[in-house]
């Protein structure tokens, strides 16, 4: 790294809290210097109470972008110039451009875990799938699952601050794309079991299963899930929670978090960079597959 940084390197920054056990340091770091390109990515511990600040201070250390996490992907919007058609649809942000100090926020979210999906042969399209959670990365898969072709998406959440916004991505589903949607309480067990037996996909789109709540699980019990149900969870550390290890008892194929960090972060790359990320490369230094 020492060898890497010169008066020219730019700086790039992940903007979350809590942040320390991501990975994604490791993966842009070691796509810039495989690429020879001049940049270096960090993580900053930054939360809602100091987010506006950090925006400010991107603009004045003129870095060309940034990555946003929970709690920030909606909370950044007001501090921001533009935002992708994407973004605007989600009303989230988890990738940030500076161009010229004009910021404009984009999600790539949806995006890399529908490649992640097609990357490990997983064919959703026309198919039905059930999804638990309505935050940035769950709204982003919704969208762009139905914007992909997904037939028809269940989608379960618990009544909180984000219940509104799950029955706004519906109602936008519903009325922009061919998708049929609907909402549903996470609490209805008897209704997630219902829904989770007609489709071809499950994920688990929540931060259940990781810190500070590793080892937990929405799921109740192995009766939700049947051999050929495809069980898919957001979160990459561990990169086996609890819910995914009830899956491969059933005997379903499953997939973690890696891939969609993996792709999303390829697409946050090349908006960046305008390159592509060597992504064989990756998937060895991640030790994937």
Known sequence: MAERITGHTELIGLMAYPIRHSSSPAIHNEA??????????????????????????????????ANLSMPNKAAVIPYLDNLSSAARLCGAVNTIVNKDGILTGHITDGMGYMQALKDDGIDVIGKKMTIAGSGGAATAIQIQAALDGVKEISIFNIRDKFWDNAQETVDKIMEQTDCKAALYDLADLDK???????????????????KPREGQTYIPDK?????????TDVVYSPAETAMLKLAKEVGCKTMNGMG???????????????????IDHMKQVLHMG
């Open 192 to 210: 997630l079991k219902e829904e989770i037996e007609d489709s071809y996909l499950f994920a688990n789109a929540t931060g259940m299963g990781m």
């Open 223 to 231: 009766s939700f899930f049947r051999q050929d149900l495809i069980v």
């Open 32 to 65: 810039f210097a495989y690429l020879g390109l001049d940049y270096a990515y960090l993580a900053f511990e930054v939360d809602q109470d100091t987010l506006e600040d950090a925006i400010k201070g991107m603009r004045a250390l003129k870095m060309p972008g």
């Open 260 to 278: 969609m960090l993996l792709f999303q972060a390829a697409e946050a790359f090349r908006l960046w960079t305008g390159r592509e990320m060597p």
